[in-house]
DNA sequence: CAATACAGTTAGCCTTTGCTAAGTTATTTT
DNA sequence: AAAATAACTTAGCAAAGGCTAACTGTATTG
């Protein structure tokens, strides 16, 4: 790379919209790739606790079928969260949730439903709605999730 | 599982919000997991398009810096980018996007500046409104991105 | 123009998240 | 109680996305 000849006799008042620094601009794609982590977690712990609150019990066939997933890929990760500590059960046995996993499902549950609830209130139509808040949701800060919060408070009382 | 007594007196008004039908459910999550497959080549491409207009060129170096991710992880990034015939380069040179990379670019571009613009309009402060839109904006519909835009705008005209 | 420093690549490893096919266990039906 | 069906598990495969260590090529500079 050239040395670029130092000049900046303006002081561009063009500049669209400079890059962030570059430790901030990587602290974005790291907040990213953390949500990555525990996303599909926090999406199996929410679905089993939604299933044994509406059905009684969490199977894994409906598990794979509400997922659109087969499976043997269900099974795979409940070996993962029950290493985790999120989930307990038999072999060939329905599932519960740990103490811990209890915990993650509730706070999921509630982002998710905050994140759903603002895009509604944004007059965002229900199907698509409930997509966007299912990838979103996942990525939304405590101080966005607060904001959102107001704003369907507000918007809601009217 | 026994079969459940088909017991309801009342109408059941307690229902806190039942689940959707599972292949309205399963759809929810496929949208998830198409949108990861697309997610992180739409921030290469949009960062090697940032980077070749604010710095005059795009190398694997910068590219890792800004992502916090090592240089090898980049290089073999950058050949599934080739393969998919998003950016094009020689060997020890540095990147270029080809005309269907520019596209993919100026689209994600374009998608973050209006996520990014809403999290500001709605209040958020500008580490964090980085950080979410970061994620956010892979998640965000073409019905969300339009609502936003509308927020954004009605908001900063007042 | 050598020597050194910097940039880029390659090989080999790991985890996650999906799949199919084949085998087990449990439940339901006859 | 046997047979049939449904539910669950296991084994083995693949792609994506990360890493480190070792190597190769390019640029700087003494
Ligand atoms: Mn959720
Ligand atoms: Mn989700
Ligand atoms: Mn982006
Ligand atoms: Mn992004």
Partial sequence: MIEPPDES?????????????SDQHAQ???AVRNAHETELLEDYVELIG???EHQGEA?????????GVSQATVSKMVA???GLGLVASKPYRSLFLTER????????RQR?????????ALGISDDTARIDAEGM???VSEETLAAMQRFSQQRESS
Avoid: T, W
């Fill in 101 to 108: 996993g209890e915990e993650m499902a509730a706070m999921s």
């Fill in 112 to 120: 998710h439903a905050i994140v759903l609830r603002f895009l509604r």
């Fill in 137 to 139: 949701e996942h990525h």
């Fill in 9 to 21: 006799p303006s002081p561009c008042l063009c500049e669209a919209d400079a890059l962030p620094p």
């Fill in 50 to 52: 939604d299933l044994i």
């Fill in 80 to 82: 993962r969260l029950k």
């Fill in 59 to 67: 199977r894994s066939a409906d598990i794979a079928q509400r997922m």
């Fill in 28 to 30: 974005q794609y790291a």
